[in-house]
């Protein structure tokens, strides 16, 4: 069975950095596409960032795109997502999830079959 666990999340001031973990076991990590996807309170989820499976292609929404890097050690099976210069918009529950088809729509939530719990980011005024 895979699960996937998230780490690094926590409270930061605007304009600070933290840096997600999320580690896959029970599956063959390269074989999968992965995402981060948030949920913000009253919000429905909504895409971040996604890596194919040999990391040769990067996707990001428009909101993070030139402050967040995502990026898989496939020797680790861990997947990162480097956030900088956080703003408050970013405060979220982050979830990482992996596909074996999501390089065909990264951005597509269906598209992945296992998801972590998540974990909080808070970023303060």
């Known amino acids: 069975q895979v699960q996937l666990v998230e780490s690094g999340g926590g409270l930061v001031q605007a304009g600070g950095s933290l840096r997600l973990s999320c580690a896959l076991s029970?599956?063959?990590?390269?074989?999968?596409?992965l995402g981060w996807f948030r949920q913000a309170p009253g919000k429905e989820r909504e895409f971040v960032s996604a890596?194919?499976?040999?990391?040769?292609?990067?996707y990001y929404t428009d909101s993070v795109k030139g402050r967040f890097t995502i990026s898989r050690d496939n020797a680790k099976s861990t997947v990162h997502l480097q956030m900088n210069s956080l703003k408050p918009e970013d405060t979220a529950v982050y979830f990482c999830a992996a596909g074996a088809t999501a390089a065909i729509q990264p951005m597509n939530d269906k598209r992945y079959e296992y998801w972590g719990q998540g974990t909080q980011v808070t970023v303060s005024s």
């Open positions: 890596i194919t499976q040999r990391g040769w292609a990067t």
């Open positions: 029970g599956g063959i990590f390269s074989s999968y596409g």
